[in-house]
């Protein structure tokens, strides 16, 4: 079984530019999570998909974040414009419903953001 | 809000002893603690959990232990091997879209 898949693996950006990370979960799994880790510090937590619907985006940190899951497969984050304090590590992680306690992560994509 | 706190950033362990990382948090209400792994340019990987009805939880090298009245658990790994080298995280499960809350992660050497 494929784990969760995340693309770019990298990417370096100048500030104002526009980027967008994708994330395919493990197939079947409704939930999909985004998490940032910033500067090797804590992995927050950033929003939550149940299918194609956002359930809970309390932890993104401003509106140059959008998040979508077209048709509840794989979900996009589009950064727009990147600034400086954006860089870190986005990883997304994927569970079934009702084994919710048990998430699956992704490799994470590098975001630096010059 | 649950706040999880590792307070050691890095431990070292000879190959064969015991390793052990702590994890404290603040809030009484939750239902699982969960320990993910993680190796470098890799996501993080579940390890093993516990929930708060229980005080204990092994899974071979693994053992989580959890007091409630410190508000703390600890992860054991006996006997530690290299390839158990990876960053630890405790985090708990909560709020309505079930998001984890992790700790900032102990980096575990273990030199052979």
């Known amino acids: 079984e494929a784990g969760v898949t995340q693309f770019p693996s990298h990417s370096v950006i100048e500030k104002g530019q526009t980027v967008t990370l994708r994330c395919d979960p493990i197939?079947?799994?409704?939930?999909l999570y985004w998490y940032r880790r910033v500067m090797g510090k804590e992995i927050k937590f950033l929003l939550h998909?149940?299918?194609?619907?956002?359930?809970?985006e309390s932890g993104m940190p401003n509106n140059r974040f959008l998040a979508e899951r077209t048709g509840g497969t794989y979900s996009t984050l589009k950064v727009q414009p990147a600034e400086l304090e954006d860089s870190g590590v986005y990883f997304c992680?994927?569970?079934?419903?009702?084994?919710?306690?048990?998430?699956?992560f992704g490799p994470g994509t590098r975001l630096l953001v010059l | 809000d649950q706040q999880v706190k590792q307070n050691s950033p890095s431990l070292s362990v000879q190959e064969g002893r015991i390793s052990i990382l702590n994890c404290d948090y603040t809030?009484?209400?939750?239902?699982?603690f969960l320990w993910y792994k993680k190796y470098p340019a890799e996501g993080p990987t579940f390890l093993i959990s516990?929930?708060?009805?229980?005080d204990k939880n092994e899974d071979g090298r693994f053992t989580v232990f959890l007091n409630k009245s410190a508000k703390h658990l600890s992860l054991h790994i006996v006997p530690s091997q290299p390839g158990d080298s990876a960053v630890y995280f405790c985090a708990d499960i909560s709020g309505s879209a079930r998001q984890l809350t992790f700790g900032s992660g102990t980096q575990l050497t273990v030199l052979p």
């Open positions: 992680a994927s569970s079934q419903d009702g084994r919710q306690e048990t998430q699956y």
């Open positions: 809030n009484s209400m939750f239902d699982y």
């Open positions: 516990i929930s708060s009805i229980k």
């Open positions: 197939s079947g799994h409704d939930n």
């Open positions: 998909f149940v299918k194609e619907s956002k359930q809970d």
